[in-house]
């Protein structure tokens, strides 16, 4: 709430030389004699903080305060498709328990659908306090406008002051359109939770598309809302006896009017899911052809795992889409992975660095992998991994040649 | 049909890291491309163009230099460009950059269809569109798999939900996101490029806008604020090895067994 002013008396070339240099983001200009900034701008503040003392000021701007005692309790959104809950949702009730504990709040569920209710009683095991149902035909294929006007009176009658969305397909077109309905902010895949004692939430996640990691905060709006990916946040454990209640709600079914009709709904083959995997073998950009994709696929069949890979392994088409790990792709939590010449990003880490055993081997000994990894294994994939297969082979006495990795086809 | 495709200008390379020290970004270079998914949303608007005729024109929000991706996109057969960019728009979040690129569309004429990408490779969270969606007040459908029909009035899609594929028709006007692969893209051409060279890009700022109030742009238009940035954290339980090919395989074959996965 604010913005940068420029002193350009205090400015000479010099300063702009400076000033320029310190910018992260390309965006001071220095045109005859005259400092400007240009809408490259991240707000970032660096050159009011590290530039030479008063050259660039930032102005901060009365804004009119909401009433955040006006707000109350965490809201989960209850992810399903035609009634089958997803267990991102159970995740983000464990979280909710946990935020609502520190500012003493309840925790609530919104479920929509069509004859939910006795799924709904499921979610009582969890220690909520209460779930609100909105029951009705037209929500019972997920389609925008009325998903979000069921949102829209939900959280015009119970006023919550945090809602928690799982990143899912679902949750990833809902929770920005009800962001946008309440011109309120909304935080993407974050990978750390808190709250503040004014009840500010606190959001962590990858930012800037590099290695950093932001902490974000929605200072003056609410409700605040935060999507979270299935597999970061860790699910209570669900208690013999129910508590907590059931609420079912009216609304205007005029208000369910949709330009979007579905036409058929098919299920798809269960397919393997890389998130469900208990050990991965994870392909990166030190794999130098799409043959070679054979060391991760090779290693993951001797151990009895499943093979992944990283974005430029998706892009240049070696891999399937659904075997991308990080934040374009899924999020694992895996008892074993081990990655192959992968150098660490944090879009990257973000998507695996819960697993409970990381071994990862690169051959740069400065990758920032190694960061995060438990072992970490300063070694050439080309020379390791083929080894590495023998050992395994010879240990669990597998003979025979290994099945041979496909690569993808594409649908065109 | 008049389509409209929102496009993006990210970094060439992922290279940004800090300084753990004096929390200063250091980014390598200032290489910069079109965001990849982007190229699947400006193909299907090609391909769509190819097929039932009108125009195709791209939008991108950025900095002044941004107007280069534009270009490219002149490059694979766009008809028309605009980018909106003021210091006024600077620090926007998802919903200020919402806010400004729907009211950069509502200056680019009457529209059938919008197409996105599914996501960016710098921010990577797949919200902008919905929330565009949102400020038009038009349906939105994300994922879209395939397009399997087009009327005067509608598309039908197939779009990808986690255990099923659902078919949908949805009224124009209206806004899609595309999956990556819908159709594979094609590359700039020369031809286009001479033929574009002095193509105008149409350069809108805040006071172009329907909508000038400065509040609802930039920094001050955005809910979330960024409080600190920081290196993510590191493990400090860990071991480092090293050694030759073999060597490091035994004590990776050593260690496998003693946590019991081999």
């Known amino acids: 709430m604010g913005k940068l002013r420029i002193n ?21 200009e220095y045109i005859n004699g005259t400092l400007d900034i240009n809408a490259g701008c991240k707000m970032c503040k660096l050159c009011v903080k590290k530039g030479p003392k008063g050259v660039i000021e930032f102005i901060e701007e009365e ?37 609502a504990a520190k500012v003493n709040y309840p925790v609530y569920c919104i479920f929509l659908g069509y004859q939910i209710l006795d799924k709904a009683e499921e979610l009582l095991h969890y220690g909520i306090d209460e779930v609100f149902i909105y029951d009705y035909k037209e929500l019972e294929h997920f389609r925008i406008e009325p998903y979000v006007s069921a949102f829209e009176d939900f959280i015009n009658k119970i006023k919550p002051s945090v809602i928690l969305v799982g990143a899912t397909t679902v949750g990833r077109s809902l929770a920005p359109r009800v962001a946008a309905r309440f011109r309120t902010g909304l935080t993407a895949d974050c990978t750390v939770l808190d709250i503040k004692e004014n009840t500010d939430l606190i959001q962590i996640r990858p930012a800037f598309g590099g290695n950093i990691m932001a902490k974000i905060i929605t200072p003056n709006s609410r409700p605040q809302l935060a999507t979270v990916r299935y597999k970061i946040m860790t699910a209570p454990q669900r208690n013999e006896k129910p508590g907590g209640k059931i609420t079912v709600r009216s609304m205007d079914v005029n208000k369910f009017k949709s330009n979007i ?44 795992g499943n093979f992944a890979g990283t974005r430029p392994m998706v892009e240049a088409g070696w891999i399937d889409p659904k075997r991308q790990i990080g934040l374009s792709g899924r999020t694992v939590k895996p008892k074993l992975i081990i990655t192959l010449g992968i150098s660490g990003a944090v879009q990257f880490t973000a998507g695996m660095k819960s697993a409970d055993h990381i071994f990862a081997i690169n051959k740069d000994p400065k990758a920032a992998i190694f960061n995060i990894a438990h072992y970490g294994i300063v070694g050439d994939i080309y020379e390791v991994v083929p080894k590495l297969i023998e050992n395994i082979k010879k240990i669990k006495g597998l003979t025979g040649e290994l099945p041979k990795y496909a690569a993808p086809t594409s649908r065109n | 049909m008049e389509i409209i495709v929102c496009i993006k200008q990210v970094p060439g390379t992922s290279k940004v890291q800090v300084d753990p020290v004096t929390g200063v970004l250091i980014r390598d270079g200032i290489d ?50 605009m980018l909106v960019s003021d210091r006024k728009f600077a620090g926007a979040d998802v919903l200020a950059t919402s806010y400004t690129l729907s009211q950069g569309i509502k200056k680019m004429g009457d529209f059938d269809i919008i197409i996105t990408g599914k996501q960016t490779t710098d921010g990577d969270t797949a919200q902008v569109g919905p929330e565009i969606a949102e400020y038009l007040e038009i349906p939105h459908i994300a994922n879209v798999l395939r397009i399997l029909k ?53 350069v ?30 590191e493990n400090t339980d860990k071991e480092i090895w090293e050694g030759n090919g073999e060597e490091l395989a035994d004590k990776i074959t050593e260690k496998l067994k003693e946590l019991k996965f081999i």
């Open chain 1, 261 to 304: 009709d579905v036409i058929k709904v098919t299920k798809k083959e269960p397919e393997e899911n890389i998130s469900e995997a208990e050990i991965i073998v994870v392909a990166g950009r030190a794999i130098k052809t799409q043959k070679d994709m054979s060391l991760a696929y090779e290693l993951a069949h001797v151990l009895e």
């Open chain 2, 204 to 233: 809108l700022c805040l006071n172009d806008m329907e909508d000038k109030n400065e509040k609802r742009y930039g920094l001050s238009g955005s809910p979330t604020q960024v409080e600190k940035i920081f290196p993510p954290d």
């Open chain 1, 63 to 99: 804004i009119v305060k909401v009433d955040k005692n006006a707000y109350k309790g965490i809201t989960v959104y209850v992810d399903h498709v035609e009634g089958e809950i997803h267990p991102v949702t159970y995740e983000l009730i464990g979280k909710a328990k946990e935020l």
């Open chain 2, 150 to 202: 087009i009327t005067g009035k509608d598309i039908t899609v197939e779009m990808d939900m986690p255990n099923t594929i659902e078919i949908a028709k949805v009224k124009f006007p209206c806004l899609i996101s595309v999956e990556k692969d819908i159709f594979q893209p094609r590359l700039p051409s020369f031809k286009k490029k001479m033929e574009t060279k002095n193509k105008e890009v149409k």
């Open chain 1, 8 to 28: 350009q008396n205090l400015v000479n070339d010099e300063i702009a030389k400076k000033l320029i240099k310190i910018c992260p983001f390309g965006s001071i």
């Open chain 2, 32 to 81: 910069t491309k079109m965001n990849p998914y982007d190229l699947f949303a400006l193909e299907t608007a090609l391909k769509l163009r190819e097929r039932h005729g009108g125009h195709v024109k791209v939008i991108s929000m950025g900095p002044p230099q941004a107007v280069d991706v534009i270009k490219e996109a002149f490059m694979m057969g766009a008809d028309d460009g």
